[in-house]
Structures are given as structure tokens and as C-alpha cells.
């Protein structure tokens, strides 16, 4: 199991095989959860946007140009008015 020495300053460097496991670099963030029970879960953070192609894909539905949700805008707006 790997482990971490906890630095004067509070650091921990996360060792390489748990950055592999979590899929975060440099610059990324993670988010500590701590369980009813005590338990400290780690979780990454960032996602890579490429993992999130298809996430709100629907079947037999035609995508939405740029031009169509301009004019949904306008009117959505002119309504409120």
C-alpha cells in the first residue's frame, strides 16, 4: 500500500501509483470526503472534457445549430419582457 509523510507545512506529496490510479497532474484538484464512520475518501477532480463526449447524447435526436439556440434566446427573452 502506498504511503505519505506529512511535511511541517501540512504537504503530501501523493505517491505516483495513486496519481495514476486517480488520473490527476499537476495542477489538478482533488476533494477530500470524510465519511459518518472517519474515513478519508480522495477524489479527482478535474475531468478531461473528452471524457464527457456523448454524456447527454439522446437517441434519434437531431442536434441544435448555433443559429437555433440564438433565436430559442431571443424569444425565451422576449417573453420575459
Request: glycine fraction near 8%.
Amino acid at each position: 500500500m502506498p504511503t505519505a509523510t506529512l511535511t511541517s507545512k501540512g504537504q503530501v506529496t501523493i505517491p505516483k501509483a495513486v496519481r495514476d490510479l486517480l488520473r490527476i497532474d499537476t495542477g489538478d484538484q482533488i476533494d477530500f470526503v470524510v465519511t459518518d464512520r472517519g474515513d478519508v475518501l480522495v477524489r479527482g477532480v478535474t475531468v478531461d472534457v473528452r471524457e464527457l463526449r456523448g454524456l447527454l447524447k439522446r437517441p434519434r435526436r437531431r442536434g441544435v445549430t448555433v443559429e437555433e439556440m440564438n433565436n430559442a434566446i431571443l424569444r425565451r427573452h422576449a417573453r420575459k419582457r
